[in-house]
Nanobody
């Protein structure tokens, strides 16, 4: 199976920036579309951003559009989420996910086959 490990979470002030990373095991990373999801206490897990296997297509949730950017470095088997202008409502556990079944970016959680353990992002006002 594919293992995904998120890192880079932490505490930031509102308006600040943070970049979180997800490192994937295996040799097939280049063929996986990747996504970021988040879950705040008491809330459903929600889509944040996704990127196709080639990186030529991305989707970003309206709630973070213009502030968050997803990218990938296939040579490093890593996907990134650059988060700028952070708001308190962005606080959540952020999970990365991978799908081998869908090469294009997808917003649907059930399309993803592998999930990381999550990294906590806390935003203080």
């Amino acid at each position: 199976q594919v293992q995904l490990v998120e890192s880079g979470g932490g505490l930031v002030q509102a308006g600040g920036s943070l970049r979180i990373s997800c490192a994937a095991s295996g040799r097939s990373f280049s063929y996986y579309a990747m996504g970021w999801f988040r879950q705040a206490p008491g809330k459903e897990r929600e889509f944040v951003a996704s990127i196709s296997w080639s990186g030529d297509s991305t989707f970003t949730a309206d709630s973070v559009k213009g502030r968050f950017t997803i990218s990938r470095d296939n040579a490093k088997n890593t996907v990134y989420l650059q988060m700028n202008s952070l708001k308190p409502e962005d606080a959540a556990v952020y999970y990365c996910a991978a799908t081998v079944r869908y090469g294009s970016a997808t917003v649907h959680a059930h399309h993803y086959d592998y999930w990381g353990q999550g990294t906590q992002v806390t935003v203080s006002s």
